[in-house]
């Protein structure tokens, strides 16, 4: 909180941002008050202490595989960082993912552009559900932005058109990668047979 959002002693700032006396404050809003305050202060120190845990685990994980590649020659894990670690009973496992973040350049409606010719080709004989699917795919959200596992999508079709191929060549041109993020999960099973469970480290489901 900065120095301008703080009150000055025996005084609280309301919600309208007005110094107010505690004196003047009902005491129930006055124990409100010190319970919210209280439970912030303790998911704030969990928060930090996930924060700790994540770089730790991931940090160990990592240099884990590093030693292995040394010793060994030998490389664990999978493609674009993702490493995948089984406990010696087969009933534990930690996963590293590294998710890429995509986003489409002006040429993504170039591809656009294209696919609708397609489509205007195809009109009298083309399935009504591939178009229905092409208009859903570049639909934009309520912040303009376009899903990019719908647009993914077209790229899985097997059309066999030499204009379909340039409009998919220029969508693949269009894909730029922004940045990515790192995941670490923790998965068990009660057997080496059974289907691995997450372990929940989200409040919300515990």
Excluded at 6 to 26: L, M
Excluded at 34 to 46: G, M, P, R, S, T
Excluded at 165 to 170: K, P, S, V
Excluded at 179 to 184: C, F, N, Q, T
């Amino acid at each position: 909180m900065s120095q301008l959002n703080q009150a000055a002693d025996g005084f609280k700032i309301n919600a309208q941002g007005h110094h107010v006396p505690v004196s003047k404050i009902k005491p129930v809003d006055q124990d409100r008050d010190e319970l919210i305050d209280e439970l912030f202060k303790e998911a704030n120190d969990v928060r930090h202490s996930m924060i700790r845990f994540k770089q730790k685990a991931m940090n160990d994980v990592t240099a884990f595989v590093d030693l292995v590649a040394e010793k060994y020659d030998a490389k664990l894990g999978g493609k674009k960082g993702n490493i995948s670690l089984v406990s010696f009973d087969g009933r534990r496992q930690i996963r590293i993912q590294i998710a890429e973040h995509l986003h489409f350049d002006e040429r993504v409606q170039v591809a656009k552009s294209k696919i609708d010719d397609c489509i205007k080709e195809w009109s009298a004989d083309s399935n009504d559900n591939i178009k229905a699917l092409i208009e859903h795919a570049f639909k934009a959200n309520t912040d303009g932005q376009l899903n990019t596992g719908r647009i993914l999508g077209l790229l899985r079709l097997d059309i066999d058109d030499r204009k379909w191929l340039d409009a998919i060549e220029a969508l693949k041109d269009s894909i730029q990668i922004i940045g990515s993020s790192a995941y670490i999960r923790f998965y068990e099973r009660p057997s080496p047979d059974a289907k691995f469970q997450n372990i929940p480290l989200d409040l919300s489901a515990l």
